[in-house]
C-alpha cells in the first residue's frame, strides 16, 4: 500500500451490493451516516440480476409455454405452437434493468454511495477500489461490512472446465432451447431449471451423487418432486458422479447402487456434441477468496477474529444461507 495516499473516510463501508448489504446501506445513510458501497458488477446482488427473480421470470414462462401445450386439456386449440427463447430471454433482461434502477433510485434517495469498481482490502479496515477506467480509490470505514456472496462452483472432475459447462448464469442467458440438457446437480436450483427447460421442449436428465433429489429433506417431499418431474419426461441418473468429461461432452459416470444402469447411461450419452448436449453444473464457493480479506485481517467466521467493527454478510460468510436470510438479519 502506498502510505502516502491518504484513504477516504466513511462511518460504514462494505464490499458487495447484496441483499444484507444494501438494506444495511440504505437505512444506516438515511439516519446521516456516511456510507459508500462498492461493487463489482450486480447492482443489487445476485438476487434481482442472475438468481432469485431472473429465474422466477424464466420459470414463470416455462409454466405458461406448459400451458399451452397442454392446451387441449382445457378445449382450447393452438396451432403452431413455439417457443421464442429471444424473448424470453429478453422479457428477463427487461424486468432485471427495472429492478436495477429501482435500486439505483433508492442509493439516491437515501443518500449511500455506490461507487461500481473492483475492491480489495490492503490493510485493516483499508480497501483499494479499482474503478472501470484503471482508477483507483483508498477508502476506509469506521465499520466494515463484506457481503461478496457466493459464485458457482465447477467442481474439479477431469475436463470439466475445459468442457465450458453453463452455471445458473448462463442458463438464464440462454437464447435458443437445447436439444439435450444435462444438469450436474438435483439440488432446487438444478430441479428449477430442469423443469423449466422441459416445458420449453428440450430433452433433460439430471445426474446427482446422491440416492434422491434434494436429499436434504424428508423423503416423502423429495420422492413426490421426483415423481413429478419424472411425469413431466426428465430423465434422473442417481447415485452416480461424474468421473471425467471429454471436449464433446462425453460422459464417465461411475454408480454405486447399479453398474449395468452406469454402462447404458455412458453408451448412449458418450456421443452427443456440445451443440446438442449443454451441460450445466450446481454449487458454490464464496466470493472472498479475492478480495484480500486476509490482508485486512477478517476470516470467514460469525464474529472475524481481532477485527473490531468487521462482519461478513450472507452468503460470505458460508454456510448456504440464501438471500432471504440476509434480508431477515438485515
Not at 43 to 63: D, E, F, M, R, W
Not at 126 to 140: C, F, H, M, Y
Amino acid at each position: 500500500m502506498d502510505f502516502q495516499r491518504q484513504p477516504e473516510v466513511y462511518d460504514l463501508l462494505i464490499l458487495g451490493s447484496g441483499a444484507g448489504s444494501k438494506l444495511l446501506a440504505w437505512t444506516f445513510a438515511g439516519q446521516g451516516q456516511k456510507v459508500a458501497v462498492v461493487e463489482r458488477r450486480y447492482v443489487g446482488g445476485a438476487c434481482p440480476n442472475i438468481a432469485c427473480l431472473p429465474s422466477k421470470n424464466v420459470i414463470h414462462t416455462a409454466q405458461i409455454a406448459d400451458y399451452v401445450r397442454r392446451s387441449e386439456t382445457f378445449g382450447i386449440s393452438i396451432d403452431n405452437f413455439r417457443v421464442n427463447m429471444p424473448v424470453v430471454r429478453d422479457r428477463k433482461r427487461k424486468m432485471v434493468q427495472e429492478l436495477v434502477d429501482t435500486h439505483l433510485a433508492l442509493y439516491r434517495q437515501s443518500g449511500a454511495e455506490l461507487i461500481m469498481a473492483s475492491g480489495q482490502f490492503v490493510g485493516a479496515k483499508i480497501l483499494e477500489a479499482t474503478l472501470p477506467d484503471g482508477t483507483k480509490r483508498l477508502l476506509s470505514g469506521k465499520n466494515i461490512v463484506i457481503g461478496t456472496g457466493t459464485h458457482a462452483l465447477i467442481e474439479n472432475i477431469p475436463g470439466l472446465a475445459a468442457a465450458q459447462p453453463m452455471t445458473h448464469v448462463e442458463a438464464l442467458e440462454l437464447d435458443v432451447v437445447p436439444e439435450h440438457l444435462i444438469i450436474l446437480g438435483a439440488g432446487y436450483v438444478g430441479l428449477e431449471l430442469a423443469q423449466a427447460m422441459r416445458r420449453f421442449g428440450s430433452k433433460v436428465t439430471v445426474i446427482d451423487r446422491n440416492h434422491r433429489v434434494i436429499h436434504h429433506e424428508d423423503d416423502d417431499v423429495t420422492e413426490g418432486l421426483q415423481q413429478l418431474f419424472q411425469d413431466e419426461g426428465i430423465e434422473f441418473v442417481l447415485n452416480a458422479s461424474v468421473k471425467s468429461v471429454s471436449g464433446v461432452i462425453r460422459w464417465v459416470c461411475s454408480c454405486r447402487d447399479r453398474a449395468e444402469r452406469c454402462g447404458e447411461f455412458v453408451r448412449r450419452y458418450s456421443s452427443f456434441s456440445r451443440e446438442r448436449a449443454r451441460t450445466e453444473y450446481k454449487g458454490h464457493r464464496t466470493r472472498t477468496h479475492w478480495s484480500g480479506t486476509d490482508r485486512a485481517g477478517i476470516y470467514q467466521s460469525k464474529r472475524p477474529p481481532g477485527n473490531d467493527r468487521a462482519w461478513h454478510m450472507g452468503g460470505g460468510r458460508g454456510g448456504g444461507k440464501p438471500a432471504i436470510y440476509a434480508h431477515q438479519r438485515g
